[in-house]
């Protein structure tokens, strides 16, 4: 496996990490739905703290799905969409290869049927 392979399947896990929690898909769709915004707004939003959020946002952070900025005294957060736009690429390209071999899986199990049926047609003349 090449470094750039290593690098891509890195992120992408990363990616897939930090969607796997509830809360931190949450947050993403808050923060896509209201653009930048602090943490403290964000957890006026949902059931847990602006501990946990934080917590939450540096997860995202790392996968690459968020970026924070301070503005004066706050941070405010924002979508960052690269990362999760090379996974959608990712999982696009497996989908691609997946219907590529259930079009393959079709096509001979139709061949098998096509030539039972002339076997049985040919057989009975």
Sequence with gaps: MTDIHRDAGEAVDSVLVALADPTRRQLLELLAAQGEITATTLAAQLPVSRQAVVKHLAVLDAAGLVSGGR????????????????????????????????????????????GEREKRSGGSA
Excluded at 72 to 88: F, I, K, S, W
């Design 71 to 114: 503005v004066g005294r706050e941070v405010r957060y924002a979508v960052r969409p690269a990362a999760l736009d090379a996974t959608a690429r990712w999982m696009a390209a497996l989908a691609v290869d997946w219907d590529r071999r259930l079009a393959n899986i079709k096509r001979v199990a139709e061949a098998g049927t096509a």
